[in-house]
């Protein structure tokens, strides 16, 4: 599985952005999809997950009502939509796939390159 992250930006705190990860490869429909971020002297953590198939979600607390994650099938995309954006989500945003729906970071088995968020406050 090949995972390219793009969307990231600088935006001012309230804005919004969308991320997309194209994914790749023979076996990429079969895996669970997510994002995390790790902002600077912070760990890597959780931002959003989805199930490929069945469409099932999950958000960490931080982004609920905020963040919303998707698909499109037709593209082999993974999207966030990033809302009420505020400074503390400041960071650089990787998407990864699992073999199974997951908040840890230990579960998944693929990643993408990085894309930088800004906020401004």
């Known amino acids: 599985v090949q995972l390219q992250a793009s969307g990231g930006g600088l935006v001012q705190a309230g804005g919004f952005l969308r991320l997309s990860c194209a994914a790749s490869g023979r076996t990429f429909s079969s895996y669970h999809m997510g994002w995390f971020r790790q902002a600077p002297g912070k760990e890597r953590e959780f931002v959003a997950a989805i199930s490929w198939g069945d469409g099932d979600t999950y958000y960490a607390d931080s982004v609920k009502g905020r963040f919303t994650i998707s698909v499109d099938n037709a593209k082999n995309t993974v999207l966030v939509q990033m809302n009420s954006l505020k400074p503390e989500d400041t960071a650089l945003y990787y998407c990864?796939?699992?073999?199974?729906?997951?908040?840890?970071?230990?579960?998944?088995?693929?990643w993408g390159q990085g894309t930088e968020v800004t906020v401004s406050s």
């Open positions: 990864a796939a699992a073999p199974r729906l997951s908040d840890s970071a230990l579960a998944y088995h693929y």
